[in-house]
């Protein structure tokens, strides 16, 4: 399973933007896209997660109601829907996805992920 990051760029706070995750490979196989993001010197911390069937999501309590993650079955991509953005959520954004049936509880966990794209940044501007 290969994942590969986009959209990311720069935007003025308060503004919007989407990055996306194409899955190319095994994608079936998956259960759980997660969107991760990190900042340097600190650690990589949970944004979102979606199941892949069902559609089912959860977020980290600084961007409930304010992103949304969702999934397109078939074009194999998963999407982050970024409002309202804050200088704060500047950082370097990684999806990831999960083969295990985790449940949601443990959806924030990295290690609970087998596999990451590259990274794409987004820089929010006050």
């Known amino acids: 399973v290969q994942l590969q990051a986009s959209g990311g760029g720069l935007v003025q706070a308060g503004g919007s933007l989407r990055v996306s995750c194409a899955a190319s490979g095994l994608f079936f196989n998956m259960n759980v896209a997660g969107w991760f993001r990190q900042v340097p010197g600190r650690q990589r911390e949970f944004v979102a997660a979606?199941?892949?069937?069902?559609?089912?999501?959860t977020y980290a309590n600084s961007v409930k109601g304010r992103f949304t993650i969702s999934r397109d079955n078939a074009k194999s991509t998963v999407y982050l829907q970024m409002n309202s953005l804050k200088p704060e959520d500047t950082a370097v954004y990684y999806c990831?996805?999960?083969?295990?049936?985790?449940?949601?509880?443990?959806?924030?966990?990295?290690?609970?992920?087998?596999?990451w794209g590259q990274g794409t940044e987004v820089t929010v501007s006050s």
């Open positions: 979606i199941t892949w069937s069902g559609g089912v999501t």
């Open positions: 990831a996805a999960s083969r295990w049936n985790l449940i949601s509880s443990t959806w924030h966990i990295r290690t609970n992920y087998d596999y």
